[in-house]
């Protein structure tokens, strides 16, 4: 019986003694989750700051761009806008002109190919126009040059050719060939009188509207 006793006393210690060591392990794993939790959290904390403020200058950045590119649309716009009020004004005139004025100003345009073509025998191909009319009007313009030739062209051909309203002109040799149309009359318009065109038509002030459009 007294061995039976002192071994449930042995028991006993052992089973407090390893009660105790559980619970120091326990406690010292605890205070060590509690300062690894602290840390991550500082860590976190701190990680947050960071990103907060690094994504705080990305967006004020892509704000400025924003708001930067929002004037330079409305000046894209309004500029894009003043272009299109000339352009449709153009097309309305050289719609509306008739034969007297447009041959008047393929006149003009023809004189400037003068150099290149005085004194020499051509080929006229020609659309919209009565073959007496662009004949008179060569003749006028190019006094010491011959009209071997006048060919009136088709719808098809025309367009083939890229000819709209107007005649091209090609020397015999083949060497010179010149474009006397409306088209081109267009363009060198737009290129030469664009502002002016513009102020004619939307006044003395668009185009510091368009620079000071914000």
């Not at 010292?28 to 509690?34: G, L, V």
């Not at 003749?139 to 062209?153: A, I």
Request: aromatic share 8%; net charge negative; hydrophobic share 35%.
């Amino acid at each position: 019986m007294e061995e039976l006793r002192s071994t449930e006393i042995l028991d006993r210690e052992i089973q407090e003694d390893a009660r105790r060591k559980a619970d120091k392990i326990l406690k010292a794993a605890e205070s060590d989750c509690i300062g690894i939790e602290r840390e991550a959290a500082e860590r976190f904390e701190k990680m947050s700051v960071q990103k907060k403020e690094e994504y705080g200058h990305m967006l004020d950045s892509y704000r400025k761009d924003a708001e930067a590119a929002v004037p330079l649309e409305k000046q894209r716009r309004l500029i894009a806008y003043i272009d299109g009020a000339v352009q449709n004004a153009l097309d309305s005139w050289f719609a509306s002109a008739g034969t007297e004025k447009k041959l008047g100003l393929l006149g003009v345009l023809l004189s400037k190919y003068s150099p290149a073509l005085e004194g020499r025998k051509l080929n006229v191909f020609y659309c919209g126009y009565h073959d007496g009319d662009i004949e008179r009007l060569i003749s006028g313009r190019l006094k010491n040059s011959t009209v071997l030739s006048m060919k009136e062209l088709s719808d098809s051909e025309a367009r083939s050719r890229g000819l709209d309203d107007g005649f091209f002109i090609q020397t015999d040799d083949g060497f010179v060939f010149c474009r006397v149309t409306c088209a081109e009359l267009r363009d060198e318009i737009l290129q030469e009188h664009r502002e002016e065109l513009a102020v004619r038509l939307l006044g003395p002030d668009v185009f510091s509207v368009a620079g000071n459009s914000n």
